[in-house]
């Protein structure tokens, strides 16, 4: 090839990229076509997977929510009340469940069948022995047992030296031991009803956060516990959803324990952060629509999405990325002054951020 013929086509490249650029010429109409058919595709994907979600019904079934006294288990529970369903919560907090089974009935007191049926049971899920006797009342108020939601869990905020052997034991005992005490017990109405079961495990099962290593630890052992259960059930029609949410606005933060002094603080301003957070009731809503189609896995809100995502494809970065997190954190010496400097330019900005106690599960 002459030089001058290879400058010729350089000059042709050079005028088709620059048209592309400007948005003219054949490539950028190509370009804008996939475009458009990719959108296109992915939306009808979504109207689609929304269609079908819809015309599952689960009128009728019933379904036990632990921890469904607050938070992103009442929410829950009221959009299962929604789909018909009649429905048990649980929880330690006789009053709290009380008053939650109160704004169930009222909330779903509109509905052409008249008033929903809910019962509210207490119940401490890391009792094997109460949680047999939980779900044995809830067949014989209901007469059978469809839906599952292992939903309870606590959590405790520290660093690893603010940690005790207790800490561990506990957050296991209701974040994991909780979800498979209350599966055991259901499995055999389960397995008759062909039924659903769904986990709610954390983003802290998939990449362990600083600062949450008993959470982390319970939350990890949950999602394997869901993963395997779904293979092994898979024969007998019970379908297991494991959901795996990032942050979101429950008002978890003001149930937490934190162990080392100034982790509220971080705590609650990224509890309350929205692009970092989701909405609860959205979140609640995407795990029942989950539940319904029989899903193996949701995982809800961005974040969490893109935290996963990063953790398997490089997990070689995530690791440094969670370090240089952590020695921003209090305890640590540039968190000390880091958090120093943020409560000096919140004071200044009047800021309530310190005090917070963020608000209970808002609807
Ligand atoms: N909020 C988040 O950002 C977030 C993120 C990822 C995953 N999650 C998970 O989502 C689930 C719900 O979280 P949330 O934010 O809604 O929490 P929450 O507002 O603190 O509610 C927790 C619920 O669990 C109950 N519970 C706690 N210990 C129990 C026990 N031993 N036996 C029976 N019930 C118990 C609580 O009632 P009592 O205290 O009265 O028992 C309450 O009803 C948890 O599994 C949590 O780990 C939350």
Redo the contacts with the bound molecule.
């Keep these: 090839m002459s030089s001058t013929s290879s400058l010729s086509n350089l000059s042709n490249l050079s005028r088709l990229t620059n048209a592309s650029r400007r948005g003219r010429g054949p490539a950028a109409g190509a370009q804008r076509m996939l475009t458009m058919l990719a959108g296109a595709a992915v939306a009808t994907w979504w109207v689609m997977r929304r269609v079908r979600t819809r015309r599952i019904s689960i009128a009728g079934q019933v379904a036990l929510v632990?921890?469904?006294?607050?938070?992103?288990?009442f929410l829950v529970a009221r959009d299962l009340v929604r789909e018909g369903c009649r429905v048990a919560i649980?929880?330690?907090?006789p009053a709290?469940l009380d008053r939650a089974r109160a704004s169930l009935i009222a909330d779903g007191d509109a509905r052409a069948d008249g008033p929903p049926d809910v019962i509210a049971l207490t119940?401490?899920?890391?009792d094997a022995g109460a949680v047999a006797r939980l779900i044995g009342d809830v067949v014989a108020h209901f007469g059978k047992l469809d839906i599952l939601v292992n939903?309870?869990?606590?959590?405790q905020v520290g660093s690893l030296d603010s940690l005790t052997l207790a800490d561990f034991h506990q957050t296991m005992a209701?974040?994991f031991w909780?979800t498979v005490h209350t599966t055991l017990a259901a499995l055999s109405e389960l397995r008759r009803r062909r039924g659903r079961i769904v986990n709610?495990t954390?983003?802290g099962g998939r990449v362990a956060v600083p600062r949450l290593l008993p959470y982390d630890c319970a939350k990890f052992a949950a999602y394997g516990f869901s993963e395997g259960l779904r293979a092994e059930l898979a024969r007998d029609g019970v379908s297991v959803t494991t959901v795996v949410?990032?942050?979101?606005r429950?008002?978890?933060a003001s149930?937490a324990t934190f162990k080392t002094r100034g982790d509220e603080r971080w705590f609650s301003i990224a509890?309350r952060t929205p692009g970092l957070t989701m909405q609860a009731r959205r979140a609640a809503r995407q795990i029942v629509a989950a539940l319904k189609r029989r899903d193996a896995r949701a995982v809800l809100g961005t974040p969490a999405k893109l935290l996963r995502l990063a953790n398997d494809l490089v997990p070689g970065l995530t690791a440094p990325a969670l370090s240089a997190a952590h020695r921003l954190l209090p305890g640590a010496a540039r968190g000390r002054r880091f958090w120093r400097a943020a409560a000096g330019s919140n004071a200044a900005a009047g800021s309530n951020v310190a005090k917070a106690s963020p608000g209970r599960?808002s609807a």
């Design positions: 632990t921890g469904g006294s607050r938070g992103l288990g649980c929880a330690r907090d709290e119940c401490d899920v890391t939903n309870a869990g606590i959590i209701v974040n909780g709610v954390s983003i949410p990032g942050l979101m429950t008002g978890s149930f509890a599960a």
